[in-house]
């Protein structure tokens, strides 16, 4: 997916959204897009932002105990 970014965006906050704080989503933007560490923590308007699939989390275990 694309994003474009609106005035004001901050990476890590559109990634935490986007992917509902999976871990390990934000290093995976960045890899995907090389290039935004070139630009100030607050990013411009209009920027493109690829958002790349990761695979779904899986759910925890959970122990019953009786």
Same mark, same amino acid.
Request: with cysteine.
């Given at each position: 997916?694309?994003?474009?970014? !609106?005035? /004001? $965006?901050? =990476? $890590?906050?559109?990634?935490f959204?986007?992917?509902? @704080?999976q871990? /390990? ?9 090389? /290039? =935004?560490? !070139?630009? $100030?923590?607050?990013?411009?308007? @209009? =920027?493109?932002?690829? =958002?790349?699939d990761?695979? !779904?989390?899986?759910? !925890? ?6």
């Amino acid at each position: 997916m694309i994003y474009r970014t !609106k005035q /004001g $965006d901050v =990476l $890590d906050a559109v990634v935490f959204k986007y992917y509902e @704080g999976q871990a /390990g989503a934000l290093e995976q933007v960045l890899e995907a897009n090389r /290039g =935004l560490v !070139k630009h $100030d923590p607050i990013l411009p308007a @209009g =920027l493109a932002v690829v =958002l790349p699939d990761l695979p !779904k989390p899986r759910p !925890k275990e959970c122990v019953t105990l009786w």
